[in-house]
């Protein structure tokens, strides 16, 4: 059975080897299960520079100081430092809410 790309309507031709389909012009990958076509995402376009603090693991860990959230005007917030860009900046000084979870980065 022929099947086109979703999204220029090249016609897909069969990866050798594989049991994929491949679209010649944007590359897009499809796979052949049951009746529907599903594209399997490419795995390169996963966030990488995401600051990554989890919503519960490790925060209790972190030093708490007294300052405003922004959010919900909860007066206690978690700080943390961190390196941004370039070793010659200082760090960026990070907050985040106690109560709301809310984070944002000092200025100044
Ligand atoms: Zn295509
Ligand atoms: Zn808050």
């Known amino acids: ?5 979703e999204k220029d309507g090249m016609l897909l031709t069969v990866e050798k080897g594989k049991k994929s389909l491949v679209c010649r012009k944007c590359g897009r ?8 076509l599903k594209i399997s995402e490419s ?12 919503k519960d693991e490790g925060v209790a860990e972190l030093p708490v100081t007294k300052i405003m959230c922004p959010e919900c005007e909860n007066m206690e917030a978690y700080w943390w430092m ?7 900046e200082p760090p960026t000084l990070f907050y985040k809410c106690k ?7 000092s200025y100044g």
């Open 82 to 88: 961190q390196q941004t860009r370039s070793a010659d």
């Open 1 to 5: 059975m022929m099947r086109f790309c």
């Open 99 to 105: 109560k709301c979870g809310y984070s944002w980065r």
């Open 29 to 36: 990958h499809y796979t052949t299960k049951g009746e529907k």
């Open 43 to 54: 795995m390169h376009d996963t966030k990488k520079n995401v600051v990554v603090m989890g």
